[in-house]
């Protein structure tokens, strides 16, 4: 099955840096969603990017989507001490309804 | 708005027994609820999708005798593992989208920590 690979699998940085995590995926999509994971907890939703976007913003938070290299990136910038969590892209299988997720980056941010 | 509780938060069971895991959308109707399991460390794998009234569509490889999984409300769908074993335990966790586009976003409980001993 279709499943994004992330990279990298962690990242460690200063509070105050920006931080980038890239998403790559295998077959045509009509979107691809970032969803935040705080240790032994569900996830949330971060932000959704459709295939005929190119980027979107939600407050720190910038994504973009290249469909012609399958590729994702979300950065978050001014980094604090709560953004440590992992983040994991997400995909709809085409034509049906179920997400599959990236294997995620763990993002830790040093006070 | 959109919370999906999920409970019990934790439980630890011996071997042998089984285990029933609710997952109820508090503000919101859910068609469609879908069931992960996740390893420490790595990603979400799905386990299931579950439309009420209907029966549970599994991911290959998952057992459906051993995962039981009904969705008999537009709020609720419970996972009953069965005869647990020590290598079920895991990091189990629902998810719920709500009626309309099926491209909306998850809306995900706080998973359930299943120990077998």
């Known amino acids: 099955s279709q499943q994004g690979e992330e990279d990298p699998q962690a990242l460690s940085i200063q509070e105050g840096e920006n931080a980038t995590m890239n998403c790559s995926y295998k077959t045509s999509i009509n979107n691809l969603q970032w969803y935040r994971q705080n240790s032994g907890r569900g996830l949330v939703h971060l932000i959704l990017?459709?295939?005929?976007?190119r980027e979107k913003h939600s407050g720190r938070l910038r994504v973009t989507l290249d469909t012609s290299k399958k590729s994702s990136s979300l950065l978050i910038t001014a980094s604090r001490a709560a953004d440590t969590a992992s983040y994991f892209c997400?995909?709809?299988?085409?034509?049906?309804?179920?997400?599959?997720f990236g294997q995620g980056t763990r993002l830790t941010i040093n006070p | 708005g959109a919370v999906v509780s999920q409970h019990p938060s934790r439980v630890i069971c011996k071997s042998g027994t089984s285990v029933k895991i609710e997952c109820r959308s508090l503000d919101f109707q859910a068609t469609t609820m879908f069931w992960y399991r996740q390893f420490p460390k790595k990603s979400l794998m799905l386990m299931a999708t579950s439309n009420e009234g209907s029966k549970a569509t599994y991911e290959q490889g998952v057992e459906k005798d051993k995962f039981l999984i009904n969705h008999a409300s537009l709020t609720l769908s419970t996972l009953t593992v069965t005869s647990a074993h020590p290598e079920d335990s895991s990091f189990y966790i629902c998810?719920?989208?709500?009626?309309?586009?099926?491209?909306?976003?998850?809306?995900f409980g706080n998973g359930t920590r299943l120990t077998v001993t």
């Open positions: 990017i459709r295939s005929n976007e």
């Open positions: 998810s719920a989208r709500g009626l309309g586009n099926i491209d909306s976003p998850l809306h």
């Open positions: 997400a995909t709809p299988i085409q034509g049906a309804q179920k997400l599959v």
